[in-house]
């Protein structure tokens, strides 16, 4: 069984930056795709970003694509997720998932259901 715990979240100014961190626990996860999505109030859960396992290749959603960064540290079994710019739609509560399998087509890592495991998700407010 796989946990996985994300830290990191919290309140910060528009324009500011934060690192959400996600442990893994109960098995090594290089070989698995990570996923960051996030969740604001009364909207739909959103794909942020996803690093493949094989090749540590990364895709990420439009509305991030060149403020926020994915990295793994497979040593700490932990997976990042650095934020810069932030904005105030930034705002929801951001979860990291583990998937498995592999596909070559990275926009196949925006669809939620082909992750088997999920952490319990952690706040990140944007506000002045």
């Known amino acids: 069984q796989v946990q996985l715990v994300e830290s990191g979240g919290g309140l910060v100014q528009p324009g500011g930056s934060l690192r959400l961190s996600c442990a893994a626990s109960?098995?090594?996860?290089?070989?698995?795709?990570m996923g960051w999505f996030r969740q604001a109030p009364g909207k739909e859960r959103e794909f942020v970003a996803a690093i493949r396992g094989s090749d540590d290749a990364t895709y990420y959603g439009d509305s991030v694509n060149g403020r926020f960064t994915i990295a793994r540290d497979n040593a700490k079994n932990t997976v990042y997720l650095q934020m810069n710019s932030l904005k105030p739609e930034d705002t929801a509560v951001y979860y990291c998932?583990?998937?498995?399998?592999?596909?070559?087509?990275?926009?196949?890592?925006?669809?939620?259901?082909?992750?088997?495991?999920w952490g319990q998700g952690t706040q990140v407010t944007v506000s002045s």
């Open positions: 109960g098995r090594t996860l290089s070989s698995y795709a």
């Open positions: 998932a583990a998937d498995p399998s592999y596909t070559s087509t990275m926009m196949r890592y925006r669809e939620s259901s082909r992750y088997d495991y």
